[in-house]
């Protein structure tokens, strides 16, 4: 492993266990409902994304900085400009607008953690 692949490993983290290849698949098909609001540079939401590394999550990851599309959808749906912000689709154009950290990574340690 390069250099750079071990300060990403530090930084990111690393999966910690494997899936089987249908189960992986069915965690897909889960997180495709999934989408996290961040900003790169927030600590908070760099503890999400740890997470969600280390879980083998495919969730969208929507930069609310860069995209001003992104900030007024989490403004206008979410109700305000805060990341992290885990939005959950429900089903028939209704969501779920989950905020703070450590709500975020317990929503998805609880749903998808790899027994």
Same mark, same amino acid.
């Given at each position: 492993?390069?250099?750079?692949?071990?300060?990403?490993?530090?930084?990111?983290?690393?999966?910690?266990?494997?899936?089987?290849?249908?189960?992986?698949?069915?965690?897909?098909?889960?997180?495709?409902?999934?989408?996290?609001?961040?900003?790169?540079?927030?600590?908070?939401?760099?503890?999400?994304?740890?997470?969600? +590394?280390?879980? @083998?999550?495919?969730? =969208?990851?929507?930069?609310?900085?860069?995209?001003? !599309?992104?900030? *007024?959808? $989490? %403004?206008?749906?979410?109700?305000?400009?805060?990341?992290?912000?885990? +939005?959950?689709? @429900?089903?028939?154009? =209704?969501?779920?607008?989950?905020?703070?950290?450590? !709500?975020?990574? *317990?929503? $998805? %340690?609880?749903?998808?953690?790899?027994?």
């Amino acid at each position: 492993m390069g250099l750079l692949a071990r300060l990403l490993s530090l930084v990111i983290g690393r999966p910690t266990q494997q899936r089987s290849p249908d189960a992986q698949r069915q965690v897909d098909a889960a997180t495709s409902m999934l989408s996290l609001y961040q900003f790169s540079a927030c600590p908070y939401c760099i503890r999400v994304r740890r997470v969600i +590394r280390k879980l @083998q999550l495919n969730i =969208e990851l929507r930069d609310a900085a860069g995209n001003p !599309a992104f900030q *007024q959808e $989490l %403004k206008l749906y979410g109700g305000k400009l805060q990341t992290p912000c885990l +939005r959950i689709e @429900q089903g028939e154009g =209704e969501a779920q607008w989950l905020y703070e950290s450590s !709500a975020i990574i *317990q929503y $998805l %340690k609880t749903r998808f953690s790899i027994t």
